[in-house]
């Protein structure tokens, strides 16, 4: 059986509509293009279903066949999310109340609504739109909110009874592990007056007594956090950062990078290259991920899950990191205030495939078959120049859609898949062919001054030394790992054979000069001591004499 064809769904100021492809691409003959502005748009968690709002009212439709699921007259709604077995519809609208209003009687903007019957199953208050939307398991099992610092569970999409609390001090951040059960969860807690941050790991139910975490880890210099699961729900990257560097090193503040796992292990990942942390990413399989960090041009690193290096991809300008949904290729590209480089790798013989560029790139996303890729420039990141290309790995350009000078696009979303609809194909390195051709991205020329200019470009003229990518994993370039005591007696002989070199150069005379001082005549007193003091007394002294001359 083939697989299916995935949809990209594209918003912007011409309104709303579904694309058919790749490689080809068209409008898709089962939707019909809704004219409106569009507010917001989401796929359900499997692909089957397709929701948005356009001012006036929230629709969701079957994406395979275009029929209308349920309709919902909520104007005003701005973010919408599925559950992910498609039993609730979750959708938000900026929180408003009037001067005589007080929380308690203003309007209720989170509502969660039934996506069988339509109706509402509850209504909450919530002011921020940041995590806004409540965090589910993949069974729907349970339901987790953050309430004032307070995470409150529900089960079984019953929201009318809160059927367990999580309270530690101040919990300002948390996030509900993938997969199947049990559901474990991450929570963090900032420091203040002095005690650190911390982090810590539970399993749902468990969150009675000391030693009911699977994990804990604290830390200083944080006062936000970025907290990422594997797939396998076995550990979590912990980012944390800082608003401000009091060294004054860089303007992004300080990172860190700290590895929790279930099993009660934590590390922190040391990173070769001082610098901010711009982008962590786990591969699919769960055992491997990859950092990128340092001042630019920025390292590239895949560790282990013992934070070892693994690979290492030199130095570029790079800023991201994105691997397939089959985690057998990965891209590094430099989108934002960089060029749009992109670098191809494929991960298992971690060779280049390819170096394609994607300038004034907003939004990068790979396409559920691990094959095709889109980059967008959209609004209101940038205004001009809006559009997106659907790319094959290799570096050629599939399609290519312009904006009109006088609209705006918004956002391009792929429809997602349940993992394992396509399987991994063999990685290629000669490129698809295309009538667009591909963008391979030229090399930079470094400024040089005009003093320079006609001169052979020498190490030190280079503003920065680049670094070549290289395998970190013992054995690597064919020598053989050697063991433990291998090792250790292997450093012993270097570092015997470097003080017998040391000692060998200290009884060497220094070299003659023209002019040498005449105290520097060889001369005994017959005590071995005594000459070894007047010796090296005299050897000071001549070198005094050659820096001074």
């Known amino acids: 059986m083939a697989p299916p064809t995935p949809h990209l769904a594209v918003r912007g100021s011409d309104g709303t509509f579904l694309l058919c492809g790749p490689p080809s691409c068209q409008e898709s003959a089962a939707f019909q293009r809704d004219e409106r502005q569009g507010k917001y748009m989401t796929f359900s968690s499997d692909g089957s279903l397709f929701g948005w709002c356009n001012g006036s009212q929230v629709s969701v439709i079957q994406v395979s066949t275009g029929d209308l699921v349920k309709s919902f007259d909520l104007p005003k709604t701005t973010a919408l999310e599925f559950s992910p077995l498609n039993k609730v519809l979750a959708t938000w609208q900026q929180y408003t109340t009037t001067s005589q209003d007080t929380l308690a009687n203003g309007e209720a903007n989170l509502q969660l609504l039934d996506l069988q019957t339509g109706a509402c199953i509850k209504a909450f208050y919530q002011k921020k739109v940041t995590g806004w939307c409540p965090s589910w398991a993949d069974d729907e099992s349970i339901t987790v909110r953050n309430v004032n610092n307070e995470l409150h569970f529900f089960e079984n999409n019953n929201f009318e009874t809160i059927a367990n609390k999580l309270h530690l001090q101040k919990v300002s951040e948390f ?3 993938p997969g199947s059960q049990p559901s474990k969860i991450a929570v963090y807690v900032p420091g203040s007056k002095g005690a650190p941050s911390f982090v810590r790991l539970y399993q749902y139910p468990n969150f009675g007594g000391p030693t009911s975490a699977l994990a804990n880890k604290s830390f200083f210099k944080a006062d936000k956090v970025s907290m990422l699961w594997n797939k396998k729900a076995t550990a979590v990257l912990v980012t944390a950062s800082t608003e401000v560097d009091k060294t004054g090193a860089s303007y992004y503040g300080e990172q860190t990078l700290h590895y929790v796992a279930t099993n009660g292990e934590s590390a922190v990942v040391q990173l070769p290259k001082n610098g901010p942390i711009y982008d962590v990413s786990w591969n699919p399989n769960s055992s491997e991920f990859c950092v990128v960090y340092g001042f630019m041009p920025a390292k590239a690193t895949v560790f282990n899950h013992k ?7 030199g130095t570029g300008p790079r800023n991201v990191a994105f691997y397939s949904p089959q985690g057998h290729i990965l891209v590094l590209a430099g989108f934002g205030n960089l060029r749009g480089q992109m670098e191809v790798w494929d991960v298992k013989k971690y060779k280049q495939v390819s170096k394609p560029q994607a300038e004034d790139t907003t939004h990068f996303s790979w ?4 094959e095709h890729i889109v980059t967008s420039t959209c609004s209101p990141r940038l205004r001009v120049s809006n559009g997106f290309k659907i790319w094959h790995y290799t570096g050629t350009v599939l399609y290519k859609h312009e ?6 696009l918004w956002e391009v979303l792929w429809q997602p898949f349940p993992s394992g609809t396509f399987p991994e194909k063999e990685v290629k390195y000669q490129a698809s062919p295309s009538e667009l051709g591909s963008t391979e991205a030229k090399p930079a020329q470094a400024y040089r001054p005009p003093a320079l200019r006609n001169k052979p470009q020498t190490a030190s003229s280079k503003l920065h030394e680049e670094e070549p ?3 970190m994993k013992p054995g690597a370039a064919g020598e053989k790992q050697m063991s433990k005591a291998a090792l250790k007696n ?4 270097e570092a015997k054979k470097a003080a017998k070199q040391e000692n060998k150069s200290d009884d060497t ?4 000069a023209d002019s040498a001082p005449a105290s520097h005549v060889t001369s005994s007193c017959g005590d071995p001591e005594t000459d070894k003091k007047i010796k090296n007394l005299k050897k000071v002294k001549w070198w005094e004499y050659v820096l001074s001359a």
């Open 175 to 177: 996030a509900l592990s």
């Open 490 to 493: 292997q450093k012993r002989r």
């Open 307 to 313: 934070c070892e290096s693994v690979f290492d991809f």
């Open 509 to 512: 005379p220094p070299p003659a």
């Open 367 to 370: 396409c559920p078959d691990g």
């Open 403 to 408: 904006t009109p000078s006088n609209k705006e």
């Open 469 to 471: 990518p290289q395998n």
